[in-house]
């Protein structure tokens, strides 16, 4: 409670300053953008029932919104898109010593997963023109002991090689698993992201396209597969009562820091309130790799609830997203910017928009608010986010983690 009254102190002399210096106080935020009243009102009712959060109907009823808005037949929560990921290569029935590829930009969680079901991280460079696997880089990386291809759809971006990909992927025997983690309604050749290949995960933690605080969901069309996923969903443990907790206050604040027109100071207010229950989606042994995927642990029914009503709104937001993408397709033309590419018979939804910019912009996102009025988000400021790991051979991605910044693409009034 101290830190958090000396924090919003700080941040409101903070914004004095800004105030005398012409700044804008409360910048466009980029994460937490659909947080809106509704979920606040369902946080605080559920924070009142505590006997309906290990409620299993709940769960079922947002899977099956999940699937109705993906158009999955079926579709397993968890308590993270880690954990999906994690089922998936189960399911897959990896074994110790398999090699799984993963790209060489993207989120810790990612390669510890495959490390806790025993195999081996095998790490490949990505393209700069939606940051996806680069199938150069691929081909050259994939051995006999290769068993499965994790590729990414990053920012909402459906990645270049995608077809080529699959394909290569196909003949070789190897399995897929599209990280849909930034890309939940993105859509290839009509069909949404993470049907195409053997499997795919999403995410609903708090920076990702729908927000439920945390939580994740595994999807496949091979029926073998799904149905060993059911069986890992159905042999996981529930989070704990405090869990669920800080993942309910954890909406309610986040609404207020980042969605409310006056979030320069109910932000604040919310933070000395709820501050100490701001939920932890990466934990320091996870960063540091001393452990792997936080236990086999399913979606709670209080956090399925949140999550439901975020899924209804998702297209809504999604076509919010495109279309603003649009006039930072205009402002990169400006301004001569590289920015990213729409592949053919796509369709991303932009969950933020990457631009390759000068490196100050990376190393200091406040230099682009101030030179440019924006507050960018710093997203993998290193090879394996946010751990503070350098991978070799992989250049594309280095050049990503020195220039690659994001921008907002849902704006207050949206
Ligand atoms: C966030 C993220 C994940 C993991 O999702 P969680 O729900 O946080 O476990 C996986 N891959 C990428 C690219 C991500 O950004």
Known sequence: MFKQVGSALKHQARNVLFLATGRPVSPTPISSMTLDADDVALAKDLLSHKDSWLDKKSVH?????????????????????????????????????????????????VPNAVTTAKAIPVYCDIELDTYGLDINCLKQRVSSRTKVIILQHLYGLVCRDFEAILEFARKRGIAIIEDCAHATGASYRGVKVGLHGDAGFYSCEQSKVFNSTCGGVAVSRRSDLMQRIRSFQSNASWPSEHQIESALKTVILNHYRFKHSDRWWRGDLALMKYGDWAYVSTTPAEVSQNTGVPGQVRMSGAVAVIARNQILKT???????????????????????????????????FLRYPVLMDTQYKRSPYTMLKHHGILPGDWFRSHLHPASIKLDDCPNAQIAVEQCINLPCLNDDD
């Open 61 to 109: 009823i947002f899977e099956q919104a999940f699937c109705d808005f993906t158009g999955a037949d079926e579709a397993a929560s968890f308590n993270a898109g880690r954990i999906a990921l994690s089922a998936i290569l189960s399911s897959l029935e990896i074994q110790h010593g398999d090699e799984v590829v993963v790209p060489g930009y993207t989120c810790v969680v």
């Open 315 to 349: 297209a809504a937001y999604n076509n919010k997203r495109i279309k603003n993408a649009q006039a930072w397709s205009e402002w990169c033309q400006e301004r001569s910017v590289r920015q990213p590419m729409i592949i053919d018979e796509s369709e991303p939804i």
